[in-house]
């Protein structure tokens, strides 16, 4: 058992919040304060602090994280952009070893901002494979063990970009026959550490024929299904190469739906937003990449107004240099009047939070109600960067850009303890990952 006591304010969730105590049983489930001191335990002094659930990274894609700032990417129509990182990726040469290396840096930098959850999109795979499933499986084997070795929540998504439909769907099967217990549907392990799912890049980059193969995957395991859409060059290649917008061509393929979710929609149209509320599709802002590289602004008052689940989530490095949420969460307050009404911090970190564990299908977190599993951040705010702030809720997004919180948990373990990272050495990961892009001379 884990208690957290003396917390200036506990935020529950979005709409709740409480003074006190939080306490995790010996599973790192929450359970009614009252328990705390029953069976002893652990407690952590927190005072001075606000505790928050774990952020949920709905969107990221960590293989970017080796390749941040290169000279092509910063500002450039994405026809321009895509070209470039597939070079970059080719030239690294993609492999487990590659993969590993990008997700320790990623998953690592995420938890020191605070993130519990990464929902990891892994477009890219090796050129000219022998065995394309057998390294599909090898690289998701890679990024799991990075993400159980350093504490971190895991969403693998099987993704595709340009890939050859049958061996897309090939290596999603055989990814979810390795990483999940025989017979289990579900798409999530017992312990809730890892989660798989599905995704082809979006209708710029894969057929119907993937969207359809990967379909049947994700049925057959029980998989969540994840793609991109409604972004600048999704809407442009849409309409060049089918005469049709994305969201027609979604519905028509069968992926407008309730185990669906959506990243980017900077452009739709109230009609559209009207489709993907009655199909129950979920959304996922993503500001630091989109606004940036001048790709457009989701109208995420709208999507919520209508109904739809948004979550938020950073996009990759080759966009958004950055895996930090909560910064993005400020920058999706400050772009949204733009496009709308401004959002208040409390939906946007409501985004940052539970907004993305429902797209993922997953209420066991993204809160701390009764029975949620343990995910939880310690935000202190003693310092010059929140003197004179009245609200500590709102204050967490709006003052300090650069916020990192103090103690990070995930399910009732501290893996980020007084801002540094439990079980791997930040100098470690960073130069594992130089190593091994300097062997490739990239």
């Known amino acids: 058992m884990l208690t957290l006591h003396g917390a200036d304010r506990i935020l529950i969730d979005a709409r709740t919040e409480r003074n006190g105590k939080l306490v995790l049983d010996d599973e790192g ?4 304060a009252q328990a705390a001191g029953a069976a002893g335990g652990e407690t952590l002094d927190v005072s001075g602090c606000v505790v928050t659930p774990g952020l949920v ?3 990221h894609h960590l293989l970017q994280s080796g390749f941040r700032t290169l000279p092509g990417t910063r500002g450039v129509p994405m026809r321009e952009w895509l070209p470039t990182m597939a070079a970059a990726y080719a030239a690294a040469g993609i492999d487990a070893s590659l993969a590993a290396a990008t997700a320790g840096v990623g998953i690592a930098e995420s938890l020191l901002c605070g993130v519990t959850t990464v929902a990891d999109h892994h477009l890219n795979w090796p050129q000219a494979s022998s065995d394309p499933v057998a390294d599909a499986v090898a690289i998701a084997r890679a990024v799991a063990a990075t993400a159980h070795t350093l504490g971190a929540r895991l969403v693998f998504v099987r993704g595709s970009a340009r890939d050859d439909p049958g061996e897309a769907a090939a290596g999603a099967d055989a990814i979810a026959s390795a990483l999940l217990a025989p017979g289990h549907t579900g798409g999530v392990t017992d312990d809730g550490m890892l989660q798989l799912a599905v995704g082809p890049a979006g209708v710029h980059s894969d057929p119907a024929a993937t969207f359809r193969a990967l379909g049947e995957v994700a049925a057959r395991h ?14 442009e290649i849409a309409l060049e190469r089918y005469g049709r917008r994305p969201l027609d061509l979604l519905a028509e393929w069968g992926w407008l739906a309730e185990d669906v979710t959506i990243a980017h929609l900077c452009d739709v149209t109230p009609e559209e937003i009207r489709r993907l509320a009655e199909a129950g599709v979920s959304a996922t802002h993503a500001p630091g990449c989109d606004v940036p590289m001048g790709w457009g602004v989701a109208p995420v008052a709208e999507l919520l107004a209508a109904g739809i689940p948004v979550g938020l989530g950073t996009s990759g490095g080759g966009s958004n240099d950055a895996g930090h949420l909560l910064a993005d969460a400020r920058l999706a307050m400050q772009v949204s009047a733009l496009v709308g009404p401004p959002l208040p911090a409390r939906t946007v970190l409501g985004m940052a939070t539970e907004g993305g564990a ?3 299908g997953r209420s066991d977190l993204g809160h701390l109600r009764d029975g949620a599993r343990g995910d939880a951040c310690v935000w202190d705010r003693r310092g010059v960067a929140d003197a004179g702030v009245a609200d500590p809720v709102a204050g967490l997004l709006w003052a300090s850009p650069g916020r990192r919180p103090r103690h990070v948990l995930v399910g009732g373990r501290v893996v980020v303890r007084d801002y540094r990272l439990v079980s791997a050495d930040e100098d470690d990961l960073a130069g594992a990952l130089g190593a091994r892009l300097a062997a490739s001379e990239v």
């Open 57 to 59: 990274n709905a969107h």
């Open 358 to 360: 429902t797209g993922l």
């Open 29 to 32: 489930r929450v359970v009614p």
């Open 222 to 235: 029980g998989l969540r299904r994840r793609t991109q859409a409604n972004e600048q060059v999704d809407t």
